[in-house]
DNA sequence: GTAACGATCCTC
DNA sequence: AGGATCGTTACA
């Protein structure tokens, strides 16, 4: 049955969010009703133009401008000319942050788990709050996570590489 | 126009 | 350690 996410749980600061997400349930209706179900359990938190590792950080760009709108639309953007990356824009509008879905209990890596969901442009503001093709649902269990520096944004330099916005669920958290 | 460069992954 | 592979961005 589906317990979707409502939109106040994406308006919130992505540094809020991220951690929230692990141990929710990643839905995405394919075909025929047939519905896939994951357990998030990786993400990292991109926040707003002063967040020199966030794609906002040089302004609105055509890429960009989704992460300015509300939060629950999806940002898809293709790295390296071959994996897309999924990502959940939150906070208000004007407020472009967004949250990376790092990895899955089922898939590890954020372009591996975009190929295993067939995720791609078509996603791109697609809003988690009403899509029939992809959604999150309640985990009711208690989540246990660590936190680490961001992955492969060596580039942003000294702070921005270093704060530990990335959130890993703990094996064994979830009692499900 | 043109060129540099990735929020990655796979195969040496 | 290096290559794949192409959209986005900045700059001329």
Redesign the pocket.
């Given at each position: 049955m589906e317990n979707r996410i409502p939109l106040s749980f994406y308006t919130r600061d992505a540094l809020e969010v991220a951690p929230d997400l692990l141990g929710k349930t990643l839905c995405r209706r394919t075909g025929e009703g047939t519905v896939q179900r994951y357990t998030i359990s990786e993400t990292?938190a991109?926040c707003g133009e002063e967040d020199r590792?966030?794609?906002a950080s040089?302004?609105m760009?055509?890429?960009?401008s989704v992460m300015y709108e509300k939060g629950g639309m999806l940002?898809m953007?293709?790295?390296?000319?071959?994996?897309w990356?999924m990502?959940i824009v939150t906070a208000q509008a004007g407020h472009p942050q967004?949250v990376?879905v790092r990895g899955l209990k089922e898939v590890n890596?954020?372009?591996?788990?975009t190929r295993a969901l067939r995720l791609e442009r078509s996603f791109n503001r697609e809003s988690l709050i009403d899509s029939p093709r992809i959604w999150l649902e309640e985990n009711r269990a208690p989540v246990r996570f660590t936190t680490h520096p961001?992955?492969?944004?060596d580039?942003a330099g000294e702070y921005w590489r270093d704060v530990e916005w990335r959130f890993v669920l703990h094996e064994n958290s979830l009692s499900s």
């Amino acid at each position: 049955m589906e317990n979707r996410i409502p939109l106040s749980f994406y308006t919130r600061d992505a540094l809020e969010v991220a951690p929230d997400l692990l141990g929710k349930t990643l839905c995405r209706r394919t075909g025929e009703g047939t519905v896939q179900r994951y357990t998030i359990s990786e993400t990292e938190a991109y926040c707003g133009e002063e967040d020199r590792a966030c794609h906002a950080s040089r302004g609105m760009t055509p890429r960009t401008s989704v992460m300015y709108e509300k939060g629950g639309m999806l940002y898809m953007y293709l790295i390296y000319g071959m994996y897309w990356m999924m990502n959940i824009v939150t906070a208000q509008a004007g407020h472009p942050q967004a949250v990376l879905v790092r990895g899955l209990k089922e898939v590890n890596g954020p372009g591996r788990l975009t190929r295993a969901l067939r995720l791609e442009r078509s996603f791109n503001r697609e809003s988690l709050i009403d899509s029939p093709r992809i959604w999150l649902e309640e985990n009711r269990a208690p989540v246990r996570f660590t936190t680490h520096p961001r992955i492969g944004i060596d580039y942003a330099g000294e702070y921005w590489r270093d704060v530990e916005w990335r959130f890993v669920l703990h094996e064994n958290s979830l009692s499900s």
